[in-house]
């Protein structure tokens, strides 16, 4: 859902934000180092997760010291273990003590969210479904959590109100009905989703011809009865009170796309640690 032009702005963008949110006029403590002085720095993993964000930390370090020379074992989407060496680094000492923290909470955040969304792809696993991820994104980090959903095994949508089209409640209500709301989108260039609340509903999309269908907060019975509605003629999503305990069964059902917000919200930091040896 995104270019490679636009991951590189988002994460000069993202890093800009974050250094001026920490370094602010100047690094007090970080001053108090000779400022030719250069240092070698290790980052270790202290839990299993799986690797994301390594251009946002090298970014970090980049801005503030063009020269720094960044050594990776492990690449974004691979498994890291406990005490692992993920990466050295070589530069001027100021620079690393600055960058520090913005560069370890791009790689513990991105990484956290990448291994959600392995923990709900695995959980599906040999199903026609894939997990997908929504706008229940961290505040200015939506491409870079995004990104995260991917290296985990997971699907990304639209990436905001932008680029593609989900009709919701109120949209229908304020159009007329679910063929009037539909019929206005009948020249769109963008996806086009419309959510239904049950299988009346559904029936009333699919004969105004959708093609992706958001089924909200259906039970298990629900989802296996509008599966053998839709026959096919129309792409099903999953979504509301998904998780790990349900979304296998949810998956069975036959749906085709399952989303949830858990895999970029409900998240916890992986435990990093960097230590300067030199």
């Not at 934000?17 to 403590?29: F, K, Q, R, V, Y």
């Not at 997990?131 to 949508?157: E, F, H, S, W």
């Not at 909200?216 to 629900?222: L, S």
Request: hydrophobic share 45%.
């Amino acid at each position: 859902m995104f270019s490679p032009e636009q991951l590189n702005l988002a994460i000069q963008q993202n890093i800009t934000s974050a250094l001026h949110e920490d370094i602010g006029t100047g690094d007090l403590t970080a001053a108090l180092i000779p400022a030719d002085k250069i240092a070698t720095a290790t980052v270790i993993s202290r839990e299993k997760a799986i690797l994301c964000g390594t251009a946002w930390f090298e970014a970090c370090f980049q801005r503030l010291d063009p020269t720094v020379k960044i050594t990776w074992f492990s690449q974004d989407g691979q498994c890291i273990g406990v005490d692992q060496m993920l990466c050295e680094i070589t530069g001027n000492a100021r620079a690393l003590l600055s960058a520090e923290r913005p560069a370890l909470n791009f790689l513990q955040t991105l990484s956290a969210t990448a291994t959600a969304a392995q923990r709900y792809a695995l959980a599906i696993a040999g199903t026609q479904a894939v997990i997908m991820d929504t706008r229940k994104t961290l505040p200015g980090l939506r491409i870079a959590q995004k990104y995260a959903v991917k290296c985990g095994g997971g699907a990304n949508q639209r990436i905001g109100l932008f680029d593609g089209i989900l009709i919701k409640e109120n949209h229908i209500a304020a159009a007329g009905s679910i063929a009037a709301v539909l019929h206005a989108t009948r020249n769109a260039s963008v996806p086009v989703q419309i959510e239904v609340e049950n299988l009346d509903e559904l029936q009333q999309a699919l004969n105004a011809g959708a093609k992706l269908i958001l089924l909200d907060n259906f039970g298990i019975t629900e989802m296996i009865l509008a599966v053998s509605l839709t026959q096919g003629r129309a792409e099903l999503e999953a979504s509301g009170n998904v998780d790990l305990r349900n979304i296998r069964a949810i998956a069975e059902t036959g749906v085709q796309r399952i989303s949830t917000g858990a895999i970029t919200k409900h998240i916890l930091a992986v435990d990093l640690s960097m230590r300067i040896s030199t």
